[in-house]
């Protein structure tokens, strides 16, 4: 089993910065790609970036160049920075890692 908490949500102007941070426990030699997908009201959930172990990156369309996925493999922690935030990015934000493992997921807000 692997546990993943995320933290660094909260209320953020338009054009200004966040930072999420996932910390992963138990089992996590089984994991290797980590990612962070979020979910905005009346809307399927959708891949915001993903890390693999070997650090390979892939970031949706819609977050290129505002926002960096960051892992830490010593501390078992995945950081999402977000920059430029926009009103479209409001959502909960949730952790992924390995097979199907997600956090509890944390509540992003951008206000205009």
């Known amino acids: 089993q692997v546990q993943l908490v995320e933290s660094g949500g909260g209320l953020v102007q338009v054009g200004g910065s966040l930072r999420l941070s996932c910390a992963a426990s138990?089992?996590?030699?089984?994991?290797?790609?980590m990612g962070w997908y979020r979910q905005a009201p009346g809307k399927q959930r959708e891949l915001v970036a993903t890390i693999t172990s070997a650090y390979v990156i892939t970031y949706a369309d819609f977050v290129k160049g505002r926002f960096t996925i960051s892992r830490n493999s010593a501390r078992n922690t995945v950081d999402l920075q977000m920059n430029n935030v926009k009103p479209e990015d409001t959502a909960v934000y949730y952790c992924h890692g390995g097979s199907d493992y997600w956090g509890q997921g944390t509540q992003v807000t951008v206000s205009s």
């Open positions: 138990g089992s996590i030699f089984s994991i290797n790609t």
